[in-house]
Every structure is written in C-alpha cells, then in structure tokens.
C-alpha cells in the first residue's frame, strides 16, 4: 500500500474555513506551522500508513460525522474505569495520567472509579502464557454497567488494564479500541513498558523501575490515552502531520507521536469543546513541566510565543 505525503493545497483544504475563530485558534493553526508542525514521514513496511489505507479526514469530513462525543447538558463527565490489577511497581500512574486528559478535553469533568475485577464474560486467549483479552468484550461491559455510573452526567467510559487486548482473530494485539457509537473505549498499558518485548511478565514485575524506563512509559501512557479519547470525540487517524492522532502498529511509531495536535486536529477537537486555546497550551506546558516531560513542555512553550 502505498503513501503520499499531502500536498500544501491538500493541507489547506483539509483544514477548511479558519476565518470564523477565535483569534488565538486562528494564530495557533496558521502561525509558524512549517516551524513547528513536521511532515509524515515515508512509512516503512511495518509502520501503520504502509498496513493500512488512510484517506485522513478534513475538518468538513469530521463535521458531518455523527458519531462523535460532544458534550451537552449535563453529559460532560469521561468516565475511566480500571480494570483488572495497577497494583504493581510498574503499573501505570493512573492518577497522574488522568490530570492530563483533564487539560487535554478541557471543560469535561474527569472521574477515575474504583478499579473492578476482570468478569468471567470477557473472553480471553493465551499468549506466550499470559492472557490476552478481547476488546468488544470490555465494550459490552461499560455499556451493560451503565446505569451503576451516573448515566446523566457521563459523556464516554473508557476502561483501562494493565493486560494485553486483541480486537479480533486476524490481530495480534491492540493499544485500545474505541467504539464511538456506544461512546465507550478499552486502552491496555501492557505494551507500553519497555521490557514487554524483552522479558516475561514475571521478569518484568521483578524488575526494578529505573527513571529512564519511568518516563517512558509514562509519557506512552498520556499519549495512548489522549489519542484512544480523541477517536471517542470523533477524530481519525491523521494524515497530515506529525501528531498525536498518527497511527501507530509498533513501539517507535508510538513514540514519534507527539503530545499534540496538528492544526487540522486541533480545529476539530476545539469545534467540539471550544476550549481556549492559550488556556489549554499554558496548563497542559506547566503540566508537562511539573511530570518531568521536557520536550513536550518546550513545544507548548514555543507555540504560545506564536499565539500570544
Ligand atoms: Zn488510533
Ligand atoms: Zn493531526
């Protein structure tokens, strides 16, 4: 399969009308892009563009979508339900993540429940002696337990799991899989360690947590969760720039995801909650400072300096 990069015309189109926002929306989508924003790369054999024929999506495109969260009323709560044990040295920092997606889908409320056990429905396979679970099953899940959330105020609920997942025969594993028209989504850190493909899981839970390996996986894991929401509020895979809506099939895929959205993303996402957008850079920059994500506080930085 093959993949062209998108033509100056092409990102311009797919940007659409920018005429009618906010003046730092306007800035931020237009200012410096080339500075701040790089092409896609060329994929390679294994990479995401080169396994799977992405047609991207404009921002007309996005608009007609109709499965897409957009919050209203009361519905403006993203539910994250734990399933299954993060009682381990190496588990994700559930609540240090979560502060992230707060900043990130600004003016939704953010709830972090109570971690529940895998249920004997959830149908899994053995992998290399571990157990691999499927993911429609943990969609029929948080849409059957429902009405134990607060059905008023819940606008997505997404489960999370230290366990590896699989959407299908066919694959052999998935980073998460969003089922927008039920507004629920399952993500799995299992893959995000760096270990996972070079030790067993008992290996890996004896081993200790260097401050390398922390940040890695911390970092891996904002960005698995951001980019898995961002489906959930109706945004596909990106095709125009580097950014954190690219898909991603191995390790260094996700890690040239960045922790933030091209201008094409960016104007969808704001469509939908119509954040302010210095508001947002200025947090999510002190954010990334506070939890040692260096770089990515850097880029916020040199945005603002464009917006202001
Ligand atoms: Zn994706
Ligand atoms: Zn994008």
Redesign the pocket.
């Known amino acids: 399969m093959s993949f062209t990069a998108s033509s100056n015309e092409q990102m311009a189109d797919a940007l659409g009308d920018i005429s009618q926002l906010p003046k730092t929306m306007k800035m931020a989508v237009s200012k410096e892009i080339e500075e701040s924003f790089q092409p896609v790369p060329r994929p390679n054999g294994g990479d995401w563009l080169a396994q799977h024929n992405e047609r991207g999506q404009t921002m007309e495109s996005f608009q007609k979508t109709s499965s897409k969260a957009i919050p209203h009323g009361t519905h403006k709560t993203i539910y994250i339900q734990p399933i299954g044990s993060f009682n381990h040295p190496r588990a994700a920092p559930l609540d240090m993540i979560i502060k992230f997606v707060r900043i990130f889908f600004s003016g939704c409320e953010v709830e972090l429940l109570p971690t529940v056990d895998f249920t004997k429905d959830m149908r899994k396979r053995d992998l290399g002696g571990q157990p691999q679970y499927l993911t429609g099953d943990f969609h029929n899940y948080l849409v059957q337990t429902r009405s134990q959330r607060d059905p008023r105020r819940e606008l997505l609920c997404v489960a999370v799991t230290m366990a590896d997942i699989y959407p299908g025969e066919g694959w052999n594993f998935v980073?998460?899989q969003a089922r927008p028209n039920d507004g629920v989504g399952v993500y799995s850190f299992a893959r995000l360690d760096p270990l996972f493909y070079r030790a067993n899981f008992e290996e890996i839970l004896r081993t200790p947590l260097t401050e390398a390996h922390r940040i890695i996986m911390f970092r891996r894991c904002v960005k698995v969760l951001l980019?898995?929401i961002?489906?959930l509020f109706g945004l596909k895979?990106c095709i125009y720039y580097v950014c954190l809506?690219n898909?991603?099939n191995n390790e260094k895929e996700m890690d040239r995801q960045p922790l933030y959205l091209c201008p094409v993303c960016l104007c969808k996402l704001h469509s939908s909650l119509q954040f302010d957008v210095q508001h947002l850079y200025e947090t999510f920059a002190d954010q990334c400072n506070k939890y040692g994500l260096e770089p990515e506080c850097s880029w916020y930085q040199k945005r603002l300096e464009y917006i202001h």
Do not use: L, R, T, V
């Open positions: 980073y998460g980019h898995e961002g489906h895979h809506m898909g991603a």
